[in-house]
């Protein structure tokens, strides 16, 4: 029996059901490289879901974690630890440098979801007793926690555990005009997300959030953008609504945020800055001294090795490489910088997932006609190439015109 297969006959018979058996197990990384428990290596094209920014071991993060770690692991919201502050003190600079006024005010969490959750609760005390309603878009994500989940657009996730109490009306992501029709003086705020990240990296078309602002501006609502997936360098920016010259209320980070920490980040500007009071939130390990020290490394990182100028040169030449592939079954290649998506013709997208890890490529099939491709944000143009001139070869194992 392989190492691997000894594991997944342990994990099948201890976790719930949720995951199903992963088909792989990692059990070590350097930079993008990976390691499997039988010792195989891949060039990790995943990055454990956007999440490993600066690639697996860094020694920047270990240095970071590992000072950070034997000072002090934790201190809890009720004393303040100066990591926390000083990432804190980054983030309300970088959306502040992004555009729009400088009043920002941070609340420190733990991931996506938790950052969302934060986003919510600003949004019900800014908008008052009038505004309980929410518009969010179709085939969105924003979280499994019941807040987070009401306002995600995908309703085989949704569904079974509606409903949240929470008033949420849907619209088709991208298109201006039905969600100008669906916001009014009752709505607290507009959740988007600048691309879709789990429903396949989908760009809205242009000028589609600055419509989005338009109708928040109109109508009192607040503008939320989730950059849990596309914040902090993945599409080249720090956010990813900077490509759009907007300027949200509220934005929510995390994922990259930490290079393979937990922790989220919810950003807010003037009145939604002030909208929580004392007692209002809170959150135990928010601000941990680790999680925030490892994100300290990740800007540091970005802003010291030029990284939002590596991910726009060494995505932009992938994208136009992966548009040359002529392999069977590939329609188009969608994203910006290292966020992207191969569309397949067919839902052959599981296959190439299992074609890629045959070929020593981890890609995602984000969906069943879509592969996702969302690597540390350090993969080099050789890197880069390396997958592009694999690709035929996995799209042809794959079968993936047959479909
Ligand atoms: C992943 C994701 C979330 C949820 O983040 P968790 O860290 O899993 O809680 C929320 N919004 C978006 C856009 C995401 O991609």
Request: proline content about 5%.
């Amino acid at each position: 029996m392989s190492a691997y297969e000894t594991l997944a006959k342990r994990w099948d018979a201890v976790f719930m059901r949720n995951y199903g058996i992963p088909p792989m197990a990692i059990a070590r990384g350097d930079g993008c490289w990976v390691w499997d428990a039988d010792d195989k290596r891949y060039l990790d094209l995943v990055g454990g879901i956007a999440v490993s920014s600066l690639g697996h071991a860094h020694p920047a993060i270990v240095e970071a974690v590992s000072r950070q770690v034997a000072r002090v692991a934790h201190t809890s919201n009720l004393y303040i630890n100066e990591p926390a502050l000083a990432l804190a003190e980054r983030l309300a600079g970088l959306l502040i440098s992004a555009g729009g006024s400088d009043d920002v005010r941070v609340f420190l969490c733990n991931d996506g979801t938790t950052a969302n959750e934060a986003a919510i609760k600003i949004a019900l005390r800014a908008a008052g007793s009038g505004r309980r309603r929410f518009v969010a878009a179709e085939r969105s994500f924003h979280g499994r926690s019941l807040g987070a989940l009401a306002l995600t657009g995908k309703a085989a996730i949704r569904e079974p555990f509606a409903p949240f109490g929470i008033d949420v009306t849907f619209v088709p992501y991208g298109d201006a005009e039905a969600l100008a029709g669906a916001v009014d003086d009752r709505t607290a705020a507009v959740f988007l997300e600048p691309t879709l990240g789990e429903a396949g990296v989908v760009p809205p078309p242009a000028g589609y959030l600055a419509a989005a602002r338009r109708a928040c501006d109109e109508t009192g609502a607040l503008l939320v953008l989730d950059e849990v997936q596309g914040g902090i360098g993945r599409t080249g920016a720090w956010f990813a609504h900077q490509h759009d010259g907007v300027a949200p209320d509220v934005v929510t980070l995390a994922k990259g945020l930490g290079g393979g920490l937990p922790i989220g980040a919810c950003l807010a500007r003037g009145r939604a800055a002030e909208a929580l009071q004392r007692g209002d939130h809170g959150s135990t390990f928010g601000g941990n001294p680790v999680s925030c020290a490892a994100a300290l490394a990740v800007l540091d990182t970005i802003e010291r090795d030029r990284l939002l100028d590596h991910v726009t040169a060494v995505g932009g030449a992938w994208k136009s490489a992966l548009e040359q592939v002529e392999g069977p079954g590939l329609q188009s290649v969608r994203g910006r910088g290292l966020w992207l998506a191969l569309q397949l013709d067919g839902e052959a997208a599981g296959r190439v997932e299992a074609a890629g890890r045959d070929a020593g490529f981890i890609v995602n099939a984000v969906a069943p006609d879509a592969v996702r491709l969302a690597p540390p944000l350090i993969l080099s143009a050789e890197q880069a190439r390396s997958f592009v001139d694999a690709l035929p070869g996995i799209l042809a194992a794959a079968g993936a015109e047959a479909s």
